[in-house]
């Protein structure tokens, strides 16, 4: 008996009403002429190994929101150079095997923020300061190895939790510096990226000087509400300003080249067509 075509893809997490990625996703297999269903799941970490395992023979692969990237980490089979590093999978890759089937876990965030940074004409930067210290602030630290920094100040409300960060600093071969949150408008008026990973809606409470915003570059990895809190002082001093919309888009084609062709890193045919229409989906 011939097995079922793989066209189940999803995305999980909580909450998940607002996610932009089924009409992204679903954008970019109608342009591959594929025909896939992707849908939205909302599931907490305690519930994310028994959904998996009652996935039938149809499902193809998931995307991974907060809270689960930790989650789906550790229940991952595989795991690519980035999801090692940050010790987070966003991606999920349902592979048949003899024994049944393996979790190939990725990591597409990080690309997901440098391809972003890059089109935004940011492609180098010493020092950066990251706001919030979950599983996207690991990926940023990534991410800021690639830019070239060689030292990286995390500013979180509870120093102590954000320890663990430390694991992929050193993977990225950048120093860490942990601060309290309020201590980020002095870290980021020396550093030459500032770059919050607060979740949407999130107000620090945090004031900067005009001045300092007017050189300092700020990518918000937040989309919705848009302009955050801390954008919104951005956008009043004329500052640089990026939103995480750029960051959903770049790692949403990466996952699908991987949910394509399971290689992260071959590109999709008519590639800049194929990201027109995820753009166009959510920015049109």
Known sequence: MSQPA??????????????????IHAAAYAALGLDWDYDRVELTEPELAGFLAARGPEWR??????????????????????????????????????????????????????????????????????????????????????????????????????????RQADAAGVALRIVPLGGAVAAASASDLLLS????????????????????PLYDVAYAPWPSALGAQWQAAGGQLMSGLGMLLHQALVQVRIFVSGDPHAPLPDEAGVFRAMADAVEG
């Not at 998931?62 to 940050?86: G, H, V, Y």
Request: hydrophobic share 45%; with cysteine.
């Open 61 to 166: 692969g998931f995307s991974l929101t907060m809270p689960l990237k930790t989650e789906a980490f550790a229940l991952a089979d595989e795991l690519d150079q980035a999801a090692r590093a940050t010790g987070a999978v966003n991606t999920l890759l349902l592979t048949p095997s003899p024994g049944g089937r393996r979790l190939r876990g990725f990591n597409t965030d990080v690309a997901g923020i440098v391809n972003s940074l890059a089109q935004h004409g940011v492609q180098r930067a010493g020092s950066v300061c990251i706001l919030g210290g979950g599983a996207t602030a690991g990926s940023a630290i990534l991410a800021a190895a690639e830019l070239g920094a060689h030292s990286v100040t995390v500013a979180v409300r509870t120093p102590a939790k954000a320890a663990g960060l430390q």
């Open 197 to 216: 990973t607060l979740p949407g809606g999130s107000d620090t409470g945090l004031v900067f000087d005009p001045g300092v915003i007017g050189g300092l």
């Open 6 to 23: 793989q066209n189940r893809l999803a995305v999980l997490g909580s909450p998940i009403a607002h996610s932009q990625s089924p009409a």
